[in-house]
């Protein structure tokens, strides 16, 4: 079962900010919090990856909460390419003691001009 | 380019062929997974190799399997494949998963589309 919480569609006008909020209130004390994206039938795109602290790269921004229970993926100028479903991951404990990422239904995103 | 080529990218096949997906991949990991992604569902996670050790997800039916000669390539074996096996599959590879709080970035090919008929 995937450990995330996100709605299912947001939309956004080109060149506005888009955020992306994720709830993963039982995510564990130290694992991190991924973020990825799929644009239509290819394979998903890592994005930004945080633990406690903000986080920004070239692609997006990622806001976290001080109690970690939750996040904000940030695309500051979304263009008509960022259009696509973006998945927040955490790993999650299976039997045997590893560590795997679980996938969720993630948001779709929907940049319209 | 992610540096995980999966091949081949279509594949249309009957119920009793066995035919069998590929995925190589460049970026020196030392963990590998195979992902199924049905129309409008989530990942479903299907198998990892992450050093030695195979993580599977107990629900995938016997008639896919997979195999991981060395940390560079990782193939899944199909046979007598159902309708309901019609998907994309998907390849990843990433550092070893390691225990909690590992860092485990993964790098995703472009995917397999696979109709059964």
């Known amino acids: 079962d995937a450990k995330t919480t996100q709605p299912p569609s947001m939309d956004c006008a080109e060149g506005r900010a888009a955020n992306l909020p994720c709830n993963h209130s039982t995510i564990s004390g130290n694992e991190y919090v991924y973020w990825y994206r799929q644009i239509h039938s290819q394979g998903p795109q890592y994005i930004i990856h945080?633990?406690?602290n903000n986080e920004t790269n070239e692609m997006a921004s990622l806001i976290i909460t001080e109690d970690r229970k939750s996040s904000t993926l940030i695309l500051p100028h979304a263009t008509l390419r960022d259009t696509a479903v973006y998945y927040c991951?955490?790993?999650?404990?299976?039997?045997?003691?590893?560590?795997?990422?679980?996938f969720g239904r993630g948001t779709s995103l929907i940049v319209h001009p | 380019e992610t540096g995980v080529t999966q091949t081949p990218r279509h594949l249309v096949m009957g119920m009793t062929n066995k035919k069998s997906l590929k995925c190589e991949q460049h970026l020196g990991h030392n963990a590998m997974y195979w992902y199924k992604q049905s129309a409008k569902k989530p990942l479903e996670l299907m198998f990892v190799y992450s050093l030695e050790e195979r993580v599977e997800n107990n629900s995938v039916p016997s008639r896919f399997s997979p195999e991981c000669p060395n940390s560079s390539h990782l193939f899944l074996h199909l046979h007598t494949l159902q309708p309901e096996d019609s998907a994309l599959y998907l390849c990843?590879?990433?550092?070893?998963?390691?225990?909690?709080?590992?860092?485990?970035?993964?790098?995703f090919g472009a995917g397999t589309r696979l109709s059964v008929l």
């Open positions: 945080g633990l406690k």
């Open positions: 990843a590879s990433s550092h070893a998963t390691g225990g909690q709080g590992a860092k485990n970035i993964q790098y």
């Open positions: 991951i955490v790993r999650v404990r299976v039997s045997g003691g590893s560590y795997i990422p679980t």
